[in-house]
């Protein structure tokens, strides 16, 4: 077992390694738009399907309370949250509208939305990257194997290198986590007219 182990880091060390070459490229122009919204008042917006919805709250979560250090907080939300909406929208329009839908009601132009997609087939996912192109909305996808559909929808696409689906979420998540703590620096670097509102000393571990 402890074989195992060992020889299944090995392959996140690698496929790592080959994502760090990959899509550094690409990585770089998200962080710059992200940066851009962020420092304009937009909003970021998150969405994906299972294990990439819970990686849409995560990434969301991060933005609005804190990443590494304290500072103001930062307009975020996964629209994957709210049953009440998520159900009305599946059961009068269907479940792909259910990312679509919401971006029609609270995203604006100039906004950034992340969609999540191992396979890029997803269509509701796929929905979402059509209604942020007709909102002037700019759309990133974080893909897995060959980026699918999706990869050829959005505006900026980060393709992992694999077509394990948990070894791609893997890797979003933490690309994700590169981008929030860019805009944290970017923002702690700034003077801050909106210091962030007392909270308790120790930080509650997440």
């Known amino acids: 077992m402890r074989r ?28 710059a738009l992200t940066r851009r919204c962020v420092g304009s008042g937009g909003t ?15 990434l969301a979560t991060e933005y609005v309370v804190r990443f590494q250090s304290d500072r103001r907080a930062i307009s975020a939300l996964a629209l994957t949250t709210d049953t009440s909406v998520l159900t009305a929208i599946g059961n009068d329009w269907g479940f792909e509208r259910i990312f679509g839908r919401q971006l029609e ?12 997609s191992t396979s890029g087939h997803s269509a ?4 979402a990257a059509d209604a942020a192109r007709d909102l002037g909305v700019t759309s990133v996808g974080f893909l897995g194997g060959d980026g699918g559909i ?21 890797a979003h998540l933490a690309l994700g986590h590169e981008i929030c ?26």
């Open 4 to 31: 195992t182990v060992r020889d299944q880091m090995r392959r996140r060390r690698d496929l790592f390694e080959q994502v760090g070459l990959e899509c550094a490229a690409p990585m770089a122009e998200v962080i």
């Open 44 to 58: 970021l917006f998150f969405c994906g399907n299972g294990g990439s919805a819970a990686i849409a709250q995560h």
């Open 105 to 116: 009601a609270l995203a604006r132009e100039g906004d950034v939305v992340f969609l999540h």
């Open 124 to 127: 509701n996912v796929l929905v």
């Open 150 to 170: 999706l990869r050829t929808r959005v505006d900026h696409a980060v393709v992992v290198p694999t077509d394990e689906t948990a070894m791609a979420q893997e």
């Open 181 to 206: 703590a860019a805009v944290e620096s970017m923002i702690l670097a700034e003077p801050d007219p909106f210091p962030p509102v007392g909270r308790a000393e120790t930080p509650t571990e997440r």
